[in-house]
């Protein structure tokens, strides 16, 4: 089964791909082919004033394209030796030139040219949500609300890939810097460079894939990975649920998961004894309604349940949250009525006891849940 490291392997095939580039014509209109001189034009011949972000695979320029003040874009020039062979690289563009959900960051197009792997995707104003919850823009907390919905965006455009195509696609990188916020706050899942495809149903075929394929990819990108899929190679959509589920748990506490190892003991040690509003970013204190916080907590530990089979379905999960911002936002309209100026108004901290979660390890399985813990904390 392919991996990261398979999908980007410096090609033994390069030559004959190099060949093969006058043949790659994608369909018309769906993605805009840039020669090289177009791109360095854009970013100023990749000028480090122009490096937005570092990823695992390469770095983003943001730059513009035609008209300096109308098309801005990210530009995402793999690394070379991480690439690709072109025919990879061409199925994986028509792929992501066919997918389209308003909670995808857009791609505009590519460049192949002279050994360079180049994608170019619409330029997202408002940064990533990493940098939001603790990063350069924490000053400014997002709030409750936003937050959900950021949440809600982010469970719908899982769905589509999990289940609204002909082949369900993984992610299998979602993490808070991943997930890029626009003008108006709406969330925008991106990098899709790591994505597996999947058969339609996941549930009897199981996609393999080989753990050191994530040798050398960021910790922030390993501390989000599936504990089971990482143990056992065994990649299934709830792998994404998992990582989801770390996301609501960040979004709540306003945490990174490095930084609190044992982000995930301390929220079912605080479940377990009733302390669980302990967890909240203290700026959230008294603005989650009890009732909405309930819900919220119950479906994001579902999600990081360590066996994939007690996660919830992504839809599950989606519907669950639609729901917390229903509650909240009801509690928030009575609050108004009893109290029109109530923006001081805070909501009780409540001592909560979970709901009751499915088991987390039974006899027969052959990894237990203390095998996966430990083995993926060894690897941090
Ligand atoms: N379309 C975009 N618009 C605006 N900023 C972007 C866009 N795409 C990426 N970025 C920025 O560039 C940064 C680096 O992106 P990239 O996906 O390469 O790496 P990463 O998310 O940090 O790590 P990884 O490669 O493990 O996913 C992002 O965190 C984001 O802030």
Known sequence: MKGISELFRPSRKRRSDETKQSDLVLPEGL???FSLA?????????????????????????????????????IKRVNIDSRAGFHELKTELLLLCQLRHSNL?????????????????????????????????????LPWKQRLRISIGVARVLHYLHTGLKHTIIHRNVKPSNILLDEKWEPKLADFVSYKLGPPSLSKALIRVDSSAYSGVQS???????????????????????????????????????????????VRKCKR???????????????????CFKKYVDIATSCVQNKGKNRPTIGEVQVILE?????????DAARKDVDPGGDHYNYPIVEYTCSASPPESEPEESVSDSDITATIWENF
């Not at 857009?106 to 104003?125: E, K, N, S, T, W």
């Not at 989801?244 to 995930?264: A, I, S, Y």
């Not at 729901?323 to 509690?331: C, D, G, N, V």
């Open 323 to 331: 729901h917390a911002l229903e509650l909240q936002e009801s509690a």
């Open 273 to 291: 004894e009733g302390t669980i509003n302990e967890i909240g970013d203290p700026y959230l204190m008294g603005k989650i309604a009890p009732e």
């Open 105 to 141: 960051a857009p791609l505009i197009g590519y460049c192949l040219d002279h050994r360079q792997m180049i994608l170019v995707y619409q330029f997202i104003f408002n940064g990533n949500l990493g940098e939001h919850l603790y990063g350069t823009n924490h000053d400014n907390p």
């Open 220 to 266: 922030s990108t390993l501390e989000h990975i599936d504990p089971e899929y990482f143990v056992c190679g065994e990649l299934i959509d709830k792998s994404d649920v998992y990582s989801f589920g770390l996301v609501l748990l960040q979004l709540l506490c306003g945490r990174k998961t490095l930084e609190q190892r044992q982000l995930l003991e301390w």
């Open 31 to 33: 993605c805009r082919r």
């Open 38 to 74: 177009e791109i360095k034009i854009a970013t100023n011949n990749f000028d480090e004033y122009f490096v937005i972000g570092q990823g695992d695979y390469g770095t983003v320029y943001k730059g513009f394209i035609d008209d300096p003040t109308t098309i801005s874009v990210a």
